[in-house]
């Protein structure tokens, strides 16, 4: 029952930064996990960042260091602030959330990030 939009792609030049946003329809406390997901054609779906509902955060390997992702929980809002990009960032990329019960699974419907000159 959450739906789950994501704003704030486009386009940045390599060693840029960008910040994506997702909004939940209810509230984020309620649910176990909320992520970035991204795909990009011709590889694999790939895990950016997590963050669970005690606040803690985990990063894929290819990005840490230079992603990060926050939440606000008044707002039912998460953030990936992306830095130092990339040409090899570019995808579509997915906000994802579980609910607390681990019953079900929500899906943005992407944003495309494109790092190029």
């Known amino acids: 029952q959450v739906q789950l939009v994501e704003s704030g792609g486009g386009l940045v030049q390599p060693g840029g930064s960008l910040r994506l946003s997702c909004s939940a329809s209810?509230?984020?406390?309620?649910?176990?996990?909320m992520g970035w997901y991204r795909q990009a054609p011709g590889k694999e779906r790939e895990l950016v960042a997590s963050?669970?509902?005690?606040?803690?955060?985990s990063y894929g390997d290819s990005v840490k260091g230079r992603f990060t992702t926050s939440r606000d929980i008044a707002k039912n809002t998460v953030a990936l602030q992306m830095n130092s990009l990339k040409p090899e960032d570019t995808a579509v990329y997915y906000c994802t959330a579980r609910s607390i019960d681990g019953t079900r699974d929500y899906w943005g419907q992407g944003t495309q990030v494109t790092v190029s000159l």
């Open positions: 963050i669970f509902r005690s606040g803690i955060t």
């Open positions: 209810g509230s984020i406390f309620n649910l176990y996990r």
